[in-house]
């Protein structure tokens, strides 16, 4: 029979939390982890190689309104991968042990996932050339599953239920502080 003060409810709750399977978590360290790794690793390098290379030279010959878009742009997008590149090796760290999840999260701070978009207009947009503009669609859309999966991973390890306090571990540790001062 339930209480009325709802302390019945709340531990039927409290449990099934506690049974519960988290998702993102285990994707985090899944097979499909590793590939959006390799994927985001190998778009990283195959963009700095563009920007090294071709892009350069596609860059030279555009207007200069469409030039100054196109560094602006590159720009962006080698941010954009490098902090989703940033996101992707403090995950790695983790699943492989060489991080905490906590030690990951006073990492992450310095990692600045957003919901960004292109750098400019989209009319100037479209006289960029077609490998940039491909780089650029392949880089939002990774940066937003990462963005996802992270918030994701956030949301659920603040679902976890915190563990229970031992009393006794408190109350040891309040007598040495006693006498040690």
């Known amino acids: 029979m339930a209480r009325s003060d709802g302390s019945a409810q709340s531990?039927?709750?409290?449990?099934?939390?506690?049974?519960?399977?988290?998702?993102?978590?285990?994707?985090?360290?899944?097979?499909?982890?590793t590939t959006l790794f390799?994927?985001?690793?190998?778009?990283?390098?195959?963009?700095?190689?563009?920007?090294?290379g071709p892009g350069r030279e596609e860059s030279r010959s555009l207007p200069r309104p469409a030039a100054l878009a196109y560094a602006t742009e590159s720009m962006r997008l080698t941010t954009r991968l490098m902090q989703?590149?940033?996101?992707?090796?403090?995950?790695?760290?983790?699943?492989?042990?060489?991080?905490t999840p906590?030690?990951?999260?006073?990492?992450?701070?310095?990692?600045?996932?957003?919901?960004?978009?292109?750098a400019c207009p989209a009319e100037l947009f479209e006289q960029?050339?077609?490998?940039?503009?491909?780089?650029?669609?392949?880089?939002?859309?990774?940066?937003?599953?990462?963005?996802?999966?992270?918030r994701a991973l956030a949301e659920a390890e603040a679902a976890q239920p915190t563990p229970p306090r031992d009393a006794v571990a408190e109350q040891l540790e309040r007598l040495r502080a006693a006498f040690a001062g």
């Open 84 to 99: 989703v590149a940033s996101w992707l090796l403090l995950q790695r760290a983790v699943n492989e042990g060489e991080l």
């Open 11 to 33: 531990a039927a709750l409290d449990e099934a939390a506690a049974n519960t399977v988290l998702f993102y978590p285990r994707l985090a360290a899944s097979a499909a982890f």
């Open 102 to 118: 906590a030690q990951a999260r006073s990492e992450k701070h310095r990692v600045r996932l957003a919901d960004r978009d292109v």
């Open 38 to 52: 390799r994927e985001g690793m190998s778009l990283v390098e195959d963009t700095a190689a563009y920007l090294d």
């Open 128 to 150: 960029l050339p077609e490998t940039l503009r491909a780089f650029s669609a392949k880089s939002l859309r990774l940066q937003a599953r990462v963005v996802h999966l992270d």
